[in-house]
């Protein structure tokens, strides 16, 4: 992703991967994460995994949108097949960033994910080198 944006790709398209770094993100913080219910999603190992795989796609859907993507998720292959099968299509629309870059933010801290803020940077703190005129509306 890193690479596509810093290029400025008009169109990214992903099927996910390495998901398992949130995941471990997730685990070493969980003592922190179930003094509130919302730690609960994820308090069982099965949990953790299958948590943390979601979560990474729907970060990476964040990202993307805070940078001016418009972004669909679709499956790859039928669920019969296999589990993980989300297909992520981004296409550069320079759509309004501020939204999805707060939301992305606000996801991070309230899961407990803010070491991760530099991998699943927004399009807001313009760390994409030479991307276009940043729109701030909502």
């Known amino acids: 992703?890193?690479?596509a944006?810093?290029?400025?790709?008009?169109?990214?398209?992903?099927?996910?991967?390495?998901?398992?770094?949130v995941a471990s993100v997730l685990r070493k913080n969980k003592e922190q994460?179930?003094?509130?219910?919302?730690?609960?999603?994820?308090?069982?190992?099965?949990h953790t995994r299958e948590f943390g795989s979601h979560v990474t796609n729907v970060l990476?859907?964040?990202q993307l949108e805070s940078h001016g993507y418009q972004?669909?998720?679709?499956?790859?292959?039928?669920?019969?097949?296999?589990?993980k099968n989300e297909?992520?299509?981004?296409s550069y629309k320079a759509l309004p960033r501020r939204r999805p870059s707060e939301r992305l933010t606000e996801l991070l801290q309230s899961l407990?994910?803010?070491?991760?803020?530099?991998?699943?940077?927004?399009?807001?703190?313009?760390?994409?080198?030479?991307?276009?005129?940043?729109?701030?509306?909502?």
């Open 1 to 3: 992703i890193r690479f």
């Open 5 to 21: 944006l810093q290029r400025q790709a008009r169109f990214i398209v992903l099927v996910p991967c390495c998901q398992a770094e």
């Open 33 to 46: 994460a179930l003094k509130g219910s919302l730690g609960e999603l994820w308090r069982h190992p099965i």
């Open 60 to 62: 990476r859907c964040l």
């Open 71 to 83: 972004v669909s998720v679709t499956e790859l292959v039928g669920w019969e097949h296999s589990m």
């Open 87 to 90: 297909l992520i299509i981004a």
């Open 112 to 138: 407990g994910l803010e070491e991760l803020d530099g991998r699943f940077f927004t399009g807001e703190r313009g760390m994409t080198p030479g991307s276009p005129a940043q729109d701030t509306a909502a």
